[in-house]
């Protein structure tokens, strides 16, 4: 059998209920306004890390790049140390 509840009884139920569902809306508020900014430092620190990784991957092409010059610029050396000898090797 059903109880038979007064109107006060109800109002009093429906007060409760709502301020249990006002707690509740508050409190996934709350927690969405954490995780958006969670999700902002995670923004941030994604960008940090790729724009290091760019800076990284510049340095190591431009490392790259002076070792290529480098030993360019050692065959050269080399080749014209060996023209010259050999035409000091002709004179003699």
């Known amino acids: 059998m059903t109880e038979k ?3 006060k009884q ?9 301020a249990e569902r006002d707690d509740i ?17 995670a ?3 994604l960008m940090s890390i790729r724009l290091l990784e760019s800076f990284a991957n510049t ?7 002076l070792r290529n010059d480098m030993t360019e610029l050692g ?3 080399q080749q014209s140390q060996e023209e010259q000898a050999q035409a000091e090797g002709d004179e003699n």
């Open 5 to 7: 509840k007064t109107k």
């Open 10 to 18: 109800v109002e009093e139920e429906l007060t409760k209920v709502t």
């Open 25 to 41: 809306v508050n409190a996934y508020n709350e927690l969405m306004s954490q995780a958006q900014a969670v999700q902002k430092v």
């Open 43 to 45: 923004n941030d620190r």
């Open 59 to 65: 340095v190591l092409s431009a490392g790259q790049q």
């Open 75 to 77: 065959l050269v050396q």
